[in-house]
Antibody
Framework: EVQLVQSGPEVKKPGESLKISCKGS????????IGWVRQMPGKGLEWMGI????????RYSPSFQGQVTISADKSISTAYLQWSSVRASDTAMYYC???????????????WGQGTLVTVSS | DIQMTQSPSSLAASVGDRVTITCRAS??????LNWYQQKPGQAPKLLIY???TLQSGVPSRFSGSGSGTDFILTIYSLQPEDSATYYC?????????FGQGTRLEIK
């Protein structure tokens, strides 16, 4: 069974850097895109961007371009979401998710990580 | 960007009822529309993709329809475990935006 396992909760102060991870199981990690979705407290889902670990092709939502960096290390089947300087407004649950079709950046997400809660507070 | 608007924002229905949730896209997205269910404290779960295709393992009481800009999620014979928030998502053009969500409560 394919799974995405995300890193644990983070508590950061404003201005600190942060990198969270999403590790895939199984042999097909490099054949699928991996997306990131933000959910602020009590709010809806926001599509942040997506990466193809096979060649690190990355697409960002304009809302998140320049605010975060999405990367991947295919050798360890892991995707990352990072901030150089977090703000209180970055407090949210972050999910990684995998589209249901091989090689498609636009297919529906059928596999989701458990989420990583990021709290930014002074 | 393509904007997705769901209605209603919330609703309450009784067990056995038929429930409909509407999603409208700001421009035509053909059939590239997905529906998710999210329960408190859980990751979203894919219910329907490509407007009307039921994801494997999802009960047949869930049904999707529509094309172009207007889409509907129908839940036939509502069950207690269907209490959740439902989101639509367009998968036509990046960014693949979600609707704002519809909270469904069981009376």
């Amino acid at each position: 069974e394919v799974q995405l396992v995300q890193s644990g909760p983070e508590v950061k102060k404003p201005g600190e850097s942060l990198k969270i991870s999403c590790k895939g199981s199984g042999n097909s990690f490099t054949n699928f895109w991996i997306g990131w979705v933000r959910q602020m407290p009590g709010k809806g889902l926001e599509w942040m961007g997506i990466i193809y670990p096979g060649d690190s092709d990355t697409r960002y939502s304009p809302s998140f371009q320049g605010q975060v960096t999405i990367s991947a290390d295919k050798s360890i089947s892991t995707a990352y979401l990072q901030w150089s300087s977090v703000r209180a407004s970055d407090t949210a649950m972050y999910y990684c998710a995998r589209p249901r079709e091989t090689g498609s950046s636009h297919a529906a997400f059928d596999i989701w990580g458990q989420g990583t809660l990021v709290t930014v507070s002074s | 960007d393509i904007q997705m608007t769901q209605s209603p924002s919330s609703l309450a229905a009784s067990v056995g009822d038929r429930v409909t949730i509407t999603c409208r896209a700001s421009q035509s997205i053909s059939h590239y529309l997905n529906w998710y269910q999210q329960k408190p404290g859980q990751a979203p779960k894919l219910l329907i993709y490509d407007a009307s295709t039921l994801q494997s393992g999802v009960p047949s009481r869930f049904s999707g329809s529509g094309s172009g800009t207007d889409f509907i999620l129908t839940i036939y014979s509502l069950q207690p475990e269907d209490s959740a928030t439902y989101y639509c998502q367009q998968s036509h053009t990046a960014p693949l935006n979600f609707g704002q969500g519809t909270r469904l409560e069981i009376k």
